[in-house]
């Protein structure tokens, strides 16, 4: 942020994240670096394993490994760190795509790459303007469940689901990009919904 900033004093600084991502844009928004961004876009973003807004097994699309997760934290309470390599959630990717894509992650990757435990708080510590934009489709999260859970949390948090679009669609069909590019102008511009 400090290299892009310096380079591009003049212009608003949008932070996007996708996913697991969006669910790390969300811890970043929520933190004492929140106000280093103008504004934030949470594609999709996974909230926590407890919410709502989770299909069961992500829609077939992970495996989690939760007697391990809870050995694992039992462990890590103890301060014993030496075993967070481990791969707790493993991704449903076909044989040829799994030298190109993140096929697992380990205990310290899936534990930090998402808000906190406490993830309502998270989002009631948005300070800046965010909107959370979810495919009607989507195959990994209930797209409705995002308003049940935290729509009301946050007034610098919209939450807005595309018709027509699945998870990955949001980075990759017109519909979602359009909507991308529609919220991040009006939320450089005055934090006010389109």
């Keep these: 942020i400090k290299i892009i900033s310096a380079k591009?004093?003049?212009?608003?600084?949008?932070?996007?994240?996708?996913?697991?991502?969006?669910?790390?844009?969300?811890?970043?928004?929520?933190?004492?670096?929140?106000?280093?961004?103008?504004c934030y876009i949470f594609l999709a973003p996974f909230?926590?394993?407890?919410s709502p807004t989770n299909q069961e097994n992500y829609g077939g699309w992970a495996v989690v490994h939760l007697p391990?997760?809870?050995?694992?934290?039992i462990t890590n309470k103890l301060g014993i760190t030496r075993f967070n390599h481990l791969p707790v959630i493993e991704f449903s990717l076909p044989e040829?795509?799994?030298?190109?894509?993140?096929?697992?992650?380990?205990?310290?990757?899936?534990?930090?790459?998402?808000?906190?435990e406490d993830y309502q708080n998270d989002v009631r510590n948005l300070r800046r303007p965010a909107v959370l934009l979810v495919g009607r489709g989507d195959e990994y999260f209930r797209p409705e469940m995002y308003d049940a859970d935290i729509g009301d949390l946050s007034s610098?948090?919209?939450?807005e689901i595309i018709d027509?679009?699945?998870?990955?669609?949001?980075?990759?069909?017109?519909?979602?990009?359009?909507?991308?590019?529609v919220?991040?102008?009006?939320?450089?511009?005055?934090?006010v919904s389109p």
């Design 164 to 181: 027509g679009v699945n998870h990955t669609g949001l980075i990759v069909q017109n519909p979602a990009l359009e909507s991308i590019k």
């Design 183 to 191: 919220w991040m102008e009006f939320l450089v511009s005055s934090g």
């Design 156 to 159: 610098a948090l919209k939450i």
């Design 47 to 50: 909230i926590h394993q407890n």
């Design 96 to 116: 040829k795509d799994k030298y190109d894509f993140t096929a697992s992650y380990s205990y310290n990757l899936a534990f930090n790459f998402r808000p906190r």
């Design 68 to 73: 391990r997760i809870v050995g694992l934290v």
């Design 8 to 38: 591009h004093a003049n212009m608003p600084l949008v932070v996007v994240g996708f996913s697991m991502g969006g669910g790390f844009a969300i811890r970043f928004a929520s933190s004492s670096y929140g106000d280093l961004a103008d």
